[in-house]
């Protein structure tokens, strides 16, 4: 069946640096994808959501890129704190409905 | 405030016994959800239910059991018929946000402990 991966399951990053988490997906009916950010024991939080027909959306200091010809997806963090020290999640909703498909997760740690 | 609520936060039980896990929304949500988290795992769905009096299986929904008799609530049972029941249990309720994109919001989890 159609699946989400990530490609890095642990990123490390120096505080005040940028962060890069990748995702890729391989539906190519897919309209919609979401980012959510999981704190160790917690629940998913929403971050942020492009449609398809959108290659770019900014958010405050994340910014999510679209990139429909290769299936890629990625979610650009500015001025890394350590809040923001979590698993990170993309997720795809293919063909409308409401059903969406998680990818397994990056861990994203923030070194001082 | 309004959110998800599930409880309780860890439940502990023995083999062979059957668990139900609450879940509450006060969103107004029409469409709840069930997910699994195993360790270093992403999310699978066992049940969702787009309306009241309805729902469906997800991808996992072998020993598992769910019920949607009220907006507000979709709890899930953990039969002795699933095999490896362990596992971080996440309900979640969507909206439409635009045309026919959804947004689900998600509860804290409940740990559910077998042994």
């Known amino acids: 069946g159609e699946s989400v991966g990530l490609h890095l399951p642990t990123l490390s990053v120096q505080e005040g640096d940028n962060s890069i988490i990748n995702c890729a997906y391989s539906n190519s009916a897919s309209d919609y994808f979401i980012w959510y950010k999981q704190e160790s024991g917690k629940g998913p939080q929403f971050i942020i959501d492009?449609?398809?027909?959108?290659d770019k959306r900014q958010g405050q200091r994340v910014t999510v890129l679209l990139n429909k010809t290769v299936k890629h997806l990625s979610l650009q963090i500015a001025a890394t704190q350590p809040g923001d020290s979590a698993v990170y999640f993309c997720a795809e909703n293919a063909g409308g409905g409401n059903k969406l498909t998680f990818g397994t997760g990056t861990q994203l740690k923030v070194e001082l | 405030d309004g959110g998800i609520t599930q409880s309780p936060k860890y439940l502990f039980r023995k083999e062979g016994q059957n668990v139900t896990l609450s879940c509450e929304q006060n969103?107004?949500?029409?469409?709840m959800y069930w997910y699994r988290q195993d360790p270093g795992q992403g999310l699978r769905l066992i049940y969702y239910s787009q309306i009241v009096n309805d729902f469906q299986k997800g991808d996992i929904a072998e020993g598992y059991s769910v019920s949607r008799e009220k907006k507000e609530s979709f709890p899930l049972t953990v039969t002795s018929a699933q095999k490896n029941p362990t596992a971080f249990y996440l309900c979640?309720?969507?909206?439409?946000?635009?045309?026919?994109?959804?947004?689900?919001?998600f509860g804290p989890g409940t740990r559910l402990t077998v042994t």
């Open positions: 969103l107004n949500h029409d469409a």
């Open positions: 492009i449609r398809s027909n959108m």
């Open positions: 979640a309720s969507s909206t439409r946000r635009s045309g026919s994109l959804y947004e689900q919001y």
